[in-house]
Each structure stands twice: as C-alpha cells, then as structure tokens.
C-alpha cells in the first residue's frame, strides 16, 4: 500500500502554454503520456456507496504500454490537497486479481465483487509531466511531480465532459512542497483554482445526472 498524497488545480485549456514556459524556463523536461482509464463497479454501485474506486490504466508512451490495476479509497481532501490509500499493480489480463490490496479486509471484499465488476465510466487524457526540482522552493529533499491532464470523462453513451487541470504529487519528502509549489504556479496563473473532487467522482456524477 502507498498513502497518496496530492494537490489537484483546474486550469483553463488557454493558460496551459504559460505553464510550459514556466517548466521552460526552469530548465524541466517533460514526459507526455496517453492515459486510457476504465473504473468498475457493480450494478448497484456498490464501490461508489463504499467510496471506494477501481480502476484499470492503459499508459501509452513512446517506448510501449503499460497496463495497471488501481485500488483507492475515500481518505481525506482539505483545501484541494488529498491524502487516501492506493494501490497499484500489473494488471492481469484475463482476470481482476486484487492479491496486491494488504488491506485483508478490503482484498476479500473486492475478491467476493468481482464476478459483479463492469466497467461503468472512462477518463482518457494526454498527460504532461514534470519532476519539480525541490531547491527551487527550499527543500532539497523533495521530489514532486506535476502532471498536466486535459481530456475527457465519458460515461454511457452520449454523456463527456471536458477537463483540464494539473496535479502535484508528493514522489518523496516534505509535504509542504505541495503548497509551496502551489503557490509558486499561483504567482504565474494566478487562474488556478483548488479541485477538490477526483475524477472518479466527476465520473459518477456525470453517470448518475
């Protein structure tokens, strides 16, 4: 298991060359990735009442595929910074094999759903990252990553919905890099705006209205 720990902002589509120029200028180069996620639930919504989320990843890059399976729970969002359990594994493909969740608990549950899991939405986006060299906000230490997502939320099949948005992710070190490199983008994109719902729920709203 690994605690997630991340910063999520929107970000208006136009604003996103002002933040290349910012990486630019600080000398970061970026990854681009086409990310393919499909999340599963059952017929009666069981994970979403959970607050609980399943999803299997798709990551295309230059140098080949990459296929994950995720697990994530609710954990807790204060001011767009997030903090929930995550679990990642290869994914299996003839079958959900959940032996990577140490949670033993959660693991037999999701073990019991899984003849009943279908895929109930998708979210597919280019990504754009960036590993923030932590001198630049005074610790050294640190190794953030932001992620700049633009794409869509699909569900059903008439129902998409557009976003754009960058995350910071805490790779290593103090989490007060999060805010410190929160405040650091504001100053250039002062447009930046805490997102404080994940994707997965944005996903679920777009199924349920």
Known sequence: ?????????????????RLRQLMSALG???????????????????????KAAIRQRQINTATGTMRLLTVKTEG??????????????????????????DDIALRERLSRLSPELRPVFSVDFVRQSWNLPGGEVALDGSNVELALDFGYIRAESRKRKSFCEIELELLQGDEAALALWGERLRLVLPELRPQAISKAKRGYVLLMN
């Open 76 to 101: 807790v969002t204060i001011n767009g910074a997030s903090w929930r359990d995550e679990w990642e594994f290869p994914m299996q493909a003839d079958r959900l094999d959940f032996s990577g969740v």
């Open 28 to 50: 970061v180069s970026s990854e681009r990735q086409w990310v393919v996620n499909l999340y599963l639930d059952t017929p009666d919504m069981a994970l979403r009442k959970e």
């Open 1 to 17: 298991m690994a605690l997630e720990i991340e910063s999520k902002m929107a970000l208006p589509v136009r604003s996103a060359p």
